[in-house]
């Protein structure tokens, strides 16, 4: 499983990098949200799937390998 944001759709609110900042930060050049974590295995599920369902544009996608 990885994690994508699809960013066309993001509007930098950072509610992502927020709940979830081992997976989401803001990028500083553009100001959108980036994925940092290579590695999903480690990463809290609970705090991934509530900045999935907190992404007031739906912006992040669950997909599997
Ligand atoms: S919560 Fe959604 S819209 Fe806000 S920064 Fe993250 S991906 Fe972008």
Redesign the pocket.
């Known amino acids: 499983m990885k994690v994508i944001?699809n960013r066309d759709?993001?509007?930098?609110?950072?509610?992502?990098?927020g709940i979830c900042p081992e997976v989401?930060q803001?990028d500083d050049e553009d100001g959108?949200?980036t994925v940092v974590c290579d590695d999903f295995s480690k990463v809290d599920e609970t705090s991934l799937n509530d900045?999935i369902e907190?992404?007031?544009?739906a912006?992040?996608e669950k997909v599997e390998d």
């Not at 759709?9 to 990098?17: Q, T």
């Open positions: 944001v759709n993001c509007i930098g609110c950072g509610a992502c990098a989401f803001i959108l949200s900045a907190g992404c007031p544009t912006a992040i």
